[in-house]
């Protein structure tokens, strides 16, 4: 099994910018995909960026193109979401998780993270 721990969540200003942090441990080596997700009050959880281990190749959901960046350090099996511009909608609790295949969809990861908490005020 994977276990996730999240961080760098907080308040920020809207317009400002946070980093968040996921720590993957145990069976990483089955993981072939990661993903950063949020779910907000009384919304669904939605997708928000993913990204391949292996290959690196990354996808985001078009509300934070341009102005999220999800990275990967695999010697430290870490992976980062860089939020710039954010906005008072960005807020959130934010997860991360594992998939052992390709998806990013919520319903298709395997193993999630206990949340981050992200607040964006105006």
């Known amino acids: 099994q994977v276990q996730l721990v999240e961080s760098g969540g907080g308040l920020v200003q809207a317009g400002g910018s946070l980093r968040l942090s996921c720590v993957a441990s145990?069976?990483?080596?089955?993981?072939?995909?990661m993903g950063w997700f949020r779910q907000a009050p009384g919304k669904e959880r939605e997708f928000v960026a993913a990204?391949?281990?292996?290959?690196?190749?990354?996808y985001y959901a078009d509300s934070v193109k341009g102005r999220f960046t999800i990275s990967r350090d695999n010697a430290k099996t870490t992976v980062y979401l860089q939020m710039n511009s954010l906005k008072p909608e960005d807020t959130a609790i934010y997860y991360c998780?594992?998939?052992?295949?390709?998806?990013?969809?919520?319903?298709?990861?395997?193993?999630w993270g206990q949340g981050t908490h992200v607040t964006v005020s105006s």
């Open positions: 998780a594992t998939n052992t295949g390709s998806s990013y969809r919520p319903e298709h990861m395997d193993f």
């Open positions: 990204i391949r281990w292996s290959g690196g190749s990354t």
């Open positions: 145990g069976r990483t080596f089955s993981s072939d995909t």
